[in-house]
């Protein structure tokens, strides 16, 4: 039986596949960074709403992607889960 892993890594040897799956990659590692705060506080999105006045099917939005966050947003968010928001530019590795 094949693997979500062993699929991925497969599909990743295709040149146009791994440019688009590394283009999505900040998205993916926001949505991640949300739903991985709000589950370690074990909240729910509705208890999450209630904290910050999000309505819960932004949160929901948010979280499955198809509704991108602005910084103030994020804001919100932190807030909301006791959390201080960082953002950060990291240098990309320069291949020789």
Do not use: C, H, W
Request: proline share 3%; hydrophobic share 35%; charged share 35%.
């Amino acid at each position: 039986m094949r693997t979500f892993d062993d699929m991925l890594n497969e599909q990743l040897k295709d040149i146009d596949f791994r440019k688009e799956y590394e283009d999505i990659q900040p998205e993916m590692d926001v949505i991640r960074a949300i739903i991985d705060a709000r589950t370690a506080q074990n909240l729910t999105q509705k208890e999450l709403s209630k904290r910050t006045g999000i309505n819960q099917a932004d949160i929901s939005k948010l979280e499955n992607g198809t509704r991108n966050p602005t910084v103030s947003l994020l804001k919100r968010l932190a807030e909301g889960m006791g959390m201080e928001l960082r953002i950060q530019f990291i240098p990309k590795n320069k291949k020789a």
